[in-house]
């Protein structure tokens, strides 16, 4: 009861803190904390629940953001379709890439998602004929659709704050879903060891590809929205290392394995990331960088895990990942 | 007709043969030791019979089925659970959360699951550790949560691989208690132990293998009589000393 009354005044304040604070950069800010949240939790699925940790995700998110935008460009459909499409067609190039990558374990995986996550990028930026190459794809006018009657501002950020709001809830919700069913507690066996995982009975390489899956689904929705928003994708932009990296800080920070998690990690570095943006170009990397290695030393469990270990919800003493500790 | 049958089982490792030709059943209801020297291949018949490695030749066929060639988690689901000799826990959780992964092999609602792993933790005498972390257990009791968890895949048959290494006399006393009531609540136990004294008081068979082929199957109060097992153990000399 009390949970479903914290979740309803969440969901509340989600829907009117763009009507409160309109400012047009905080109102962005809100986006981009909230297109984090989801990319920080499909990495949390994947490398914070299996253990298996991947520094290729930018792979699903540019593949999600260029299929929307082609979409739209060249098909003309809708780009709010071609956000589903986006999840759809990463969880398609996710299959392959588990098939050659699941093959190897623990820091292998890790150096071949890397490299995976290179080859899509260069694909992206020779295949001229599909994503027109460096000079990347641009949105010049979304169409005009009316919602409940009212024409759709897109030049007001607000439409945009409430797809993504929608996506973010969305990827929450998936998480906690696989928190408390059976798939979560496969994924933390097969985390902690995969031959025992086997002998009692779970099919470890399913249970990693339907991780993968729908892990690869919520980033390449995250990089259609992304396309959607920004209306413009280049192979730098979207397929980027740098990309990939920070969604493993965000996940690392906020909190490995916990649903909330990813949306504490977005809050607090996007904050503070695109705070200082403005005055240094890629230094809010130096930030993340900086809270990763704190929470690494004194908050292995990230601030979320911190926060529910104070109030008594997560165990005492045993970090709930890292190999290290 | 046994309820589990190895025939003509073969693996070599290059150009080494770990198991040849091992055949042996094991019958419904009976706790089977399986003993030999050290490297004699009695974890190697282990992991081919559980799936985790394949035999170049051979069949293991579980009521009337040959499971050859499956996957470790498909032969856990028709019923064979395995223990291992190093003890794998998931380390970073608790017991309870141990066994339940372990249940919801046969149940996928977590409550049952819980209720399930919870009874087996009190079947093996661990239900007051059940929310400790399995990295905070002493061998002993690691070693029986390796016996839980396995017991949780509700299996027919349930491979124990040593579970006795490692412990001081008065838990081998007690593991012995926990093996033979296993079998009573309906399981068939095929057990490799080095202890022999604990095999010899609970098994209703023993399987010798030597150097990877077997060679003796009969009751263990002949065991330790067989001259040929003798011989495996302590080398010719000894035979002879017996002899004399």
Redesign the interface.
Known sequence: MKQVLVLILGLFLLAIVPLVFPSPFFVHLMIMVLMWTVLGAAWNILGGFGGQVSFGHATFLGVGAYTTMILYLKLGIAPWFGIVAGGLVAVVISLPIGFICFRLRGPYFSLSTLAVAEIVRLVALNWESLTNGPVGLLITTLPAITFWGKPINWESKLPFYYIIAIIAVGALAATYIVARTRIGAYLLALREDIESAESIGINTVRARVIALGLSAFLAGAAGGFYALYLRYVDPDAVFSIGLSVEMVFIAVVGGLATVGGPLIGAVFLVTLGETFREHFLTGHLIFYGFFMMLAIRYMPDGFWGRFLFLVGKLRPGKGMNHGAS | MALLEVEGLTKAFGGLRAISDLSFQVNEGEILGLIGPNGAGKTTAFSLI?G?IRPNSGKVVLEGKDIVGL????I??KGI??T?QIV???????VL?NV???A??RC?A?RQAEHEAYAVLERVGLETKAFA?A?DLTLSEQKRLEIA??L??KPKVLLLDEPMGGLNPTEVEHASELVRAICEGGCTIVWVEHVLKAIMNVCHRVVVIHHGEKIADMPPDQVVNNPVVIEAYLGKKARDYADH
């Open positions: 559980a985790f996957k470790p988690y498909a856990t689901r659970a395995r291992f794998k826990p998931f380390r970073k959780l608790t959360e339940t992964l372990a919801f092999l996928a977590r972390f990295s968890r396995a949780a895949t």
